[in-house]
């Protein structure tokens, strides 16, 4: 009803201006004519509005008004000791049970996402915590080239539907399960790492990994963040070494054991 009175409003409107100029019927035809238009405009609104309407509020569309599908993951993160290591929240629950490293894209393979992320230029270690992937990049590489394309393989790999690992035996590393042939002082070792220490670590992006127990010395990994980091020895000596010596009196120290790639990466840090 108001466009039809604004229709009629310029239509006199020209009546009146026709006796003032000569022009006016062409005005009076570009005014009907803007006027058709502003009437389609507003109809079409009314149609894509209902249209609009009868999707349901409870089951939000999948795609985007572009075409393009919706990416509705949040990813956060967060620093650690070690400045070469940046944790990844996706949240969503990553690893059930225990954690994971790959210390290598070889030991990656068997990960989907491990191997995603290895995939990009610049990555040296991946490791899976809980509810968080730590991440750890070469010297030369800068978080803000790598951060954007690490989003995107971790959002990739939710919106995919894949398992987090091909073969679910090689899930987690179960290092500190109590077995019926540990002795007494092995099962409270066992016990402090997991109840007391490993939560610790894993706040600052890493893990420990139990290798043994000879001769009262403890023998640990360091795992994602903490492996490499310039502070891990302290942590070792003056958190792990201390609080396993005060709870179990046969604990006389601890040996932080190293592999292949932790051993090869040191030597790097020793010459650089």
Not at 8 to 37: D, M, N, Q, V, W
Not at 69 to 98: A, C, D, H, W
Not at 131 to 143: L, R
Not at 158 to 173: E, I, Q, R, T, V
Request: hydrophobic content about 35%.
């Amino acid at each position: 009803m108001k466009s039809f009175g604004r229709l009629i409003g310029r239509h006199l409107l020209c009546k009146r201006l026709s006796r003032l100029e000569p022009s006016a019927p062409y005005t009076c035809r570009r005014l009907l004519f803007a006027s058709s238009i502003e009437s389609k405009a507003y109809s079409d609104f009314k149609s894509l509005k209902s249209n609009l309407s009868r999707i349901p509020s409870s089951q939000p569309s999948k795609w985007g008004p572009f075409g393009g599908q919706r990416r509705t993951m949040f990813i956060q993160t967060q620093s650690t000791p070690n400045p070469l290591s940046l944790m990844f929240y996706p949240g969503k629950p990553v690893m059930e049970v225990g954690s994971a490293d790959f210390p290598n894209a070889r030991s990656a393979m068997n990960s989907p996402l491990a191997k995603a992320v290895y995939g990009i230029d610049g990555i040296t270690r991946v490791f899976f915590g809980s509810d968080f992937v730590t991440v750890t990049k070469s010297d030369d590489a800068s978080w803000d080239l790598l951060k954007p394309e690490i989003f995107a393989a971790i959002m990739d790999f939710y919106s995919s539907g894949k398992p987090l690992f091909m073969d679910s035996n090689a899930a987690a590393a179960m290092d500190t399960a109590i077995h019926e042939d540990d002795s007494e002082t092995v099962a409270m070792i066992k016990e402090l790492l997991e109840t007391r220490i490993r939560p610790a670590v894993q706040d600052d992006g890493g893990d420990i990994e139990y290798r043994g127990f000879d001769l009262g010395i403890v023998k640990l990994r360091m795992q994602g963040a903490c492996s490499g980091c310039p502070s891990s020895s302290v942590t070792l000596k003056s958190g792990i070494e201390n609080m396993l010596m005060h709870y179990v009196p046969e604990v006389k120290g601890v040996e932080q054991e190293l592999d292949a790639e932790d051993e090869d990466a040191a030597l790097t840090g020793q010459m650089d």
